[in-house]
């Protein structure tokens, strides 16, 4: 996805757009740009048309992407996307200005950047529990095997013990004069 955007952030074309709005939401505007009270030309509208096509690709790819990796998050990401479409579709429609854009772009990203931490927390809350649930069934699985060898030493020792009592018993006997002598092993 990476790839695809760089192709379009580098396009020599578009660089008279992005001197009006950030190409990467990521950037805040500059203070230029959030007081560019102007409406975007039709050179600037077809700008905009021809950049949201090519983006359109790299859109699906990083939803594809994200669904692979963090499905949790891609709803909001869609949200985000959707809002920001409708932010370029009144600038497209001069119902706002450059400035009026930059801004709402700012608010969308904090609101989506506030989203996705809450979403990022319930995510690590989820992966705490599932690690936890784990740890607790692998120490009672370890917990059950020491018990079956403590009960295999206890059976082992009885064994032994039994097997002491059974075992045959050997006596040998020698006379010396009036005495016998005897010894059992």
Partial sequence: MLACVRKIETNPAYRPMFQRIPFDARVNPTLTQLADNGVPSDEDIEAIIAIHNELAPCRERAIEDLMKIIPGIVPIHIQSLHAMDLIFVELIQRKITWSEANKRRVALRDDSTAK??????????????????????????????????????VLRQNQQLMNSWNRPVITNCSKYGNSVRCSSY
């Fill in 116 to 153: 996705l931490q809450a979403a990022g927390v319930q995510l690590d809350r989820e992966l705490a529990a599932s690690h936890q649930a784990e740890l607790a069934q692998r120490q009672a699985a370890l917990d059950a095997l020491a018990q079956w060898a403590h009960q295999q030493q």
